[in-house]
């Protein structure tokens, strides 16, 4: 990809930060599943948080909690206010996937890094700063009124750094959330970080690399 973006965009959670909902939830109920029910259990849990985010903003407790009781429900586990509030607390204190800080300090040498992520604006920060690079904004769904993988969402972003999204290289472990509207919207650069969340899909058009360590000779550093 022979192509210097004005910005390069990412996805954070999952992406560069390891975001273990998994963990969580088998933290929660591990000794009430066997793992064959756990890890039921663990796609319904990711499938619902995708559906709470597909319509109009709300805080993002709000999202973690009804999809853990809508998990808990369809998987016969009793539900509990305080897990999810557990869950949300957690969020905050998860850190980068290891290849992260090198590869980021790098690219953030020569081009502006910008964070666009399905957080609130109390929760981000904590993460970003694990990030071990400078960010030139961080853009959060409650500053956008909106979750990707919503148009909305991305719209903000362009907005806000009153830029198109030719101008832009958009990064994300994640289709369903990213890479789908990132080239519904136009952009046409786009990174696949292939974390194993999904399977690839090459209708969307990307470069693939394994990890951010190699997002450096994609944009030719």
Known sequence: ?????????????GTLIHFDMAG???DLYGDRLDEQAMQTFIN?????????????WKPYAEVVHNALSRTCKANG?????EDAQMVYERVPTWGPHADVPAGLAKVAKEIPLVILSNAMNSQIMSNVEKLGA???KVYTAEQAQAYKPRFKAFEYMFDMLGCNPEDMLHVSSS????LMS??????KNKVWVNRGHE????????????DISGLPGVVGL
């Open 1 to 13: 990809m022979a192509f210097r973006p004005k910005y390069i965009s990412f996805d954070c959670y």
């Open 24 to 26: 969580a939830a088998r």
């Open 44 to 56: 319904n849990f990711s499938a619902y948080r995708l559906d709470e985010v597909m319509g109009a």
């Open 77 to 81: 586990v009793t539900f509990r206010d």
């Open 134 to 136: 400078p960010f030139h």
């Open 175 to 178: 289709f369903r959330y990213d």
């Open 182 to 187: 990132a080239h519904d919207l136009g952009i």
């Open 199 to 210: 399977p690839a899909n090459p209708y969307y058009g990307y470069t693939e690399i394994a």
